[in-house]
Structures are given as structure tokens and as C-alpha cells.
């Protein structure tokens, strides 16, 4: 599994302790030091079965200074893959990637249901 993370941020050392706690096998990713590509983004897109918008981070200051909130209706889904691939904080973290599934922040209960089956 691929754990891509920002350090700093409490969600995501909340999902490494719960991850660490279930003794869950993954490979650590630092999202901003090496950010997402656009093939991965559309990969994990399609793979996840997920709205594009659950990818981007929306509570982050990224997000809001560049007003995509109102912007993203209006974007394409190749443009705004393109844009999550310009900067790593524009990208809903924690993401915990193996070859069935993508989770895109951290809830305990959905991690729990589909780590576990």
C-alpha cells in the first residue's frame, strides 16, 4: 500500500497511528515533496470510483486563495487532474493507494470496512 502524507498535518499522523496499530504494511509518500502525477491522479481517480472533488483538498488555504470552489464547475475533469498535479496541497490527504482500492482522507470506520475485507 502507498500512504501519501503531509507530516505536519493531524489527520494524516492520526491515519499512520491507526494504520502503524493494525499493523498495515505501506510505503510512506510525502505529498508535497514528491506530489502526485497527473497519471497517478487519474489512475487513483478512475480506480476509486470517487467524484473528482473528493480529491482536492478544500479546506486548504490553496484552495481558497485560488477560489476553486466556484472555479471547479467549470473545469473539465483533464484540467482540474491537471491542476491537483501542480502542487501537492491542493491534494486531499491522507490518500492510502493499493491495487483495488483508493481512500482519500481519513474516516477510522470506512478504513476499518475496507482495509479489513
Known sequence: MLFIEYPKCSTC????????AQNVAYEDRHIVE???TYEELKQWYEKSG???KR???????LYREMQLKDRLPDMSEEE???????????V???LLVDDHMVLTGFKEAEWEERISS
Open 80 to 90: 482540474q487532474l491537471q491542476l491537483l498535479a501542480t502542487n501537492g496541497m491542493l
Open 50 to 52: 470517487l467524484p473528482l
Open 55 to 61: 480529491f482536492f483538498n478544500t479546506s486548504g488555504m
Open 92 to 94: 486531499k490527504r491522507p
Open 34 to 36: 514528491d506530489n502526485p
Open 13 to 20: 499522523k492520526k491515519a499512520k497511528n491507526w494504520l502503524d
